[in-house]
């Protein structure tokens, strides 16, 4: 069933913001060696990091993510917009003492989830898909995407933002625990997907989401919400050494989680999600 046709970095460059394409057969990790590339003095940014196959990828904390043939595997070097402070008016700004900038990286993360649901549906009209805080993307009650954004000690201030979408890659001869909780694009609509469009159509609803967000014409909280998979259901967060049970609300203007518990609506601004139901 898979379509492994070939990336085309040249329609990358012209199509989307994309400036500089680093394009590989096969990497061990996209975001290790965007991560390696952030340092450098003479990157276009945004640069995007490709490989038609990736042998090694990294989820959050010490997660894997399996990718077979067919899978889009990509990692994105990003400036740290220097619009982000802005997001409140000047009238909240004066009369807060709680106004803070807006935590950017949480953004990207999150601005990159929905950058992805979007393309999926349009790609796969009829098909379900639901955001679960904070990067993963579900398609038919299966995850189809993750999401992993660093911020490597470099001197210019960059993230790498590292996305994987199962696209071509069926899951049908995946392990069994994969396949209990993962789907592939390809098996969910029953064709063969062009990675090349969809790709086109992750990074300009990305590149549209990040300007909204930084101008504050789009509001992150909103687009969320309508997708949002946890909204009204009972869940357990977990961060460090304490985990929050309660009822989710959705996430607040900056991204984070609120969790209605016995004391009161908690916000987690980072966190795994232990338990739902």
Wanted: aromatic share 4%; with cysteine; proline share 4%.
């Amino acid at each position: 069933m898979a379509m492994n046709e070939p990336f085309d970095p040249q329609r990358l460059q012209l199509e989307t913001c994309v400036r500089q394409v680093d394009y590989h057969d096969a990497l061990d990790s996209t975001s290790d060696r965007a991560l390696k590339l952030a340092g450098a003095e003479d990157l276009q940014l945004p640069l995007l990091v490709l490989a038609d196959r990736q042998l090694a990828g990294r989820g959050r904390g010490d997660n894997r993510w399996w990718s077979g043939d067919g899978a889009l595997t990509f990692s994105l070097i990003l400036p740290k917009h220097p619009a982000a402070a802005s997001h409140r008016t000047a009238t909240q700004r004066e009369t807060s003492v709680l106004a803070t900038p807006r935590p950017e990286g949480a953004f990207v993360s999150l601005g990159a989830a929905i950058a992805v649901e979007r393309a999926i549906a349009a790609t796969l009209p009829d098909c379900e898909l639901r955001l679960k805080w904070p990067n993963d993307v579900y398609l038919q009650r299966k995850k189809v995407c993750g999401v992993l954004v660093e911020s490597p000690a470099v001197a210019r201030p960059v993230f790498v933002t590292g996305i994987g979408i199962n696209v071509n890659n069926s899951l049908k001869g995946a392990p069994d625990e994969v396949r209990a909780r993962a789907i592939s694009m390809c098996d969910a609509g029953g064709r063969s997907l062009d990675r090349n469009e969809l790709l086109v159509r992750v990074l300009r609803e990305f590149e549209l989401i990040l300007s909204g967000l930084a101008d504050g014409s789009l509001s992150l909280r909103e687009m969320w919400t309508r997708a949002c998979m946890l909204q009204g259901r009972q869940v357990s967060v977990q961060s460090g050494g304490q985990i929050t049970t309660g009822l989710c609300e959705g996430i607040d203007d900056d991204g984070n989680l609120l969790i209605r518990s016995g004391g009161g609506l908690v916000r987690c601004s980072t966190g795994v999600i232990a338990r739902s139901e």
